[in-house]
């Protein structure tokens, strides 16, 4: 997966359709959803970004396998930050020394700074 960093990629989605008819005078302001994604980016074009949440088989790199695939339109997206490992129990999210998520030996940081990852993540909550 080397050649398929891990991302958080911010973009601008619509918004969900309302299913009720409206007077066109009474509509509320229209501002496009920002929306975080976290993946390994499969595909960089021009016109798409392609993240997957899953992974496979990654023994066998030519019979490996994703699932959660997702295309955003290159057009929306605002930002991508890389994802870095940090070794477990350096990590901020986590106790030192404890198994980390689902018993994993690494975590993913948003940022170097983890005191800023903590402070963007909790503010996007």
Known sequence: MADCP???IRWLDSRQPSGQWRYLADLPEARPVEVASV??????????????????????P????????MTIPTRCVLSVERLTEVERGTNAF???????????????????????????TLQAL
């Open 94 to 120: 986590a106790a030192p020394g404890s198994a980390g998520i689902a018993g994993s030996g690494h975590f993913a940081a948003i940022s170097e700074d983890l005191e800023i990852a903590t402070t963007r």
């Open 6 to 8: 891990l991302v958080i």
């Open 62 to 69: 030519d019979k490996a396998q994703a699932s959660g695939i």
């Open 39 to 60: 993946g390994w980016l499969l595909r960089d074009t021009a016109e798409a970004m392609v993240i997957c949440q899953n992974v496979g088989d990654l023994e066998t």
